[in-house]
C-alpha cells in the first residue's frame, strides 16, 4: 500500500473530464515523494488538480472496479483530492475515479455505488512497507 | 420533451441498444431497470452533476490541499 503512483508523464482524455469536456489532456508532476500526482491542463496551467491512488485511500477499489470490468489489469486508478469543512480535511472523490491505461488514455468514471463516496476523508497514508536490501 | 405512460414491465426504447424498463412504481417512487451497452454512461443525474462541481472545487482548492497533504503523507525518505 501507499506505493508510488506510477503513470505516463502527460495523461490523454479524449472525452474530458465531467463537467470540463474541453480539458483533453493533463501533464502528470509527482509531489510527496511519488504518493500524490498533481495533474496540470498543458493548455491552462493555472487548471490543474491533485490526485492519489484508489487504493492507498480505498484498498480493493481496483479489484472491485477490474471484477467489473470497468478497468484493466493494468490500469491505474486515480482520486481526485478536495479540501471541506472547517478546519479543512482533504477528501477524496472516489465517485468519480480516473481510469489511467498503461498508455496515458484515461477517462473519468462516474460510479452509482454508495460505498464509493464522494468525498471520502483522506486518512493518514500507511507507512511505505520497508524494501529488502 | 416527450412523455410516455407505461406501467410496470412495460418499457420504452432509446435507440437500438438501450432499454428501460418500469420495475414497479412505490408510492411517489418509480424504480427503472436499464438494459444499455457498458460504454453508455448510465448515472442519475444529480450524481453527474456532483461528480462535476466536486471536479470544479478540487481545482479551486488545488493550493491549501498541497498545503494540508503534509498532515497525511508519509515521511519520504531523503
Known amino acids: ?133 | 420533451m416527450l412523455v410516455l405512460t407505461r406501467r410496470p414491465g412495460q418499457s420504452i426504447l432509446v435507440g437500438d441498444n438501450v432499454e428501460l424498463v418500469v420495475v414497479r412504481v412505490e408510492g411517489d417512487r418509480v424504480v427503472l431497470g436499464i438494459e444499455a451497452p457498458r460504454e453508455i454512461r448510465v448515472v442519475r443525474s444529480e450524481l453527474l452533476r456532483a461528480v462535476e462541481a466536486e471536479n470544479q472545487v478540487s481545482a479551486e482548492a488545488r493550493d491549501r490541499i498541497r498545503g494540508l497533504l503534509a498532515g497525511v503523507a508519509r515521511p519520504v525518505a531523503p
Open chain 1, 1 to 133: 500500500m501507499s506505493s508510488e503512483i506510477t503513470v505516463p508523464p502527460v495523461l490523454s482524455l479524449p472525452g474530458g473530464l465531467v463537467g470540463l469536456p474541453d480539458v483533453h489532456a493533463l501533464e502528470t508532476i509527482p509531489i510527496a515523494g511519488g504518493q500524490f500526482v498533481e495533474l496540470l491542463d498543458p493548455e491552462d496551467p493555472s487548471l490543474g488538480w491533485l490526485a492519489a491512488s484508489a487504493e492507498d485511500v480505498r484498498p480493493g477499489m481496483s479489484a472491485t472496479l477490474r471484477a467489473t470490468g470497468r478497468m484493466g489489469a493494468d490500469d491505474v486508478l486515480l482520486v481526485l483530492l478536495a479540501s471541506h469543512g472547517d478546519p479543512a480535511v482533504v477528501t477524496a472523490n472516489l465517485a468519480g475515479p480516473l481510469v489511467v491505461a498503461p498508455d496515458g488514455a484515461a477517462h473519468q468514471l462516474v460510479l452509482e455505488d454508495p460505498s464509493f463516496e464522494l468525498r471520502a476523508r483522506l486518512g493518514c497514508l500507511a507507512p511505505a512497507p520497508l524494501e529488502k536490501s
